[in-house]
Structure formats: C-alpha cells, structure tokens
C-alpha cells in the first residue's frame, strides 16, 4: 500500500434505527484507536519482559459542525442519551481507491454540544467497542 493523506475521507455511521447515514460532510475530524490489552509475564528467572496479547479494543472520537437536516449527524448523535443502541461504524480515511476500512461496533456514551464564543456551533461525541467482536480492516 502506498502512503495516502487523510483528504476524503468517509465515515459512516447508524442511527438509532440501525440504518447506516454517511455524515462525512458534518466531521470536521475523527480520532480512532484499536489497543490491545497486554498481560506481564516475566518470571523472576528473566532479565527481560515476556508479554502476552489479550482483549482487542477500539475507541473513537468524532467530532463536527451541528447539521440539523434529516439524516444527517445531529438526527445520528441526538438519541445517544435516550437511546442504549449499538451502533455500526465504518471509517475509511481516505478515499483514494483500495483504501482500507475500519468496520466496527460502537456505543457512545455522550453528544456534547459546544457554543464557542465567535458563534460556532459545534458537537463531539465518543464511542466504544460494544459488542466484542475485534474491530477488522475490510
């Protein structure tokens, strides 16, 4: 794969209603992280750490311009704190063609919505694995 810039990216998310609404014009930046939770296992007979993978995870951050329009974030976000919804994701960072795409399931815990003082009308919200399935690369 060659080196690709971030420039079109696409993301789609569900709604409470599980259908799938590609908000890409409404993300003005995203923030996503697949850890993996590591266990110690160095015996007191080594002179170096020995490690082993555990439990995958994923997080993610959006964050956007207030888009009151059918369809489109604010109708996505704005049942996060009334409805308990998984919610599948799809980020493809770029949109150069054979990029690959992060697909997973998420809850989010928060829509928070900020006023900043210059007018801007602006939201951030902040997702995690829901469902144990490892997030994957399509």
Known sequence: MAK???????????????????????ITDFQFSTPRAIQDITGVDKSAHERLLLLADFTVSYKGIVNTAANMSHA?????PSTSVTRSNSIAPTSN????????N???????????????LTWDVKGDLADGAVPTWA
């Open 106 to 120: 998420a809850i989010f815990s928060d829509y928070a919505i900020a006023r900043a003082a210059a007018g801007e």
């Open 4 to 26: 690709i810039s971030g420039l079109g990216a696409t993301v789609i998310v569900a709604d409470a209603g599980s259908v799938a609404r590609t908000i890409s014009n409404d």
């Open 76 to 80: 996505v976000f704005s049942t996060v």
């Open 97 to 104: 063609s054979g990029t690959p795409i992060l697909v997973c």
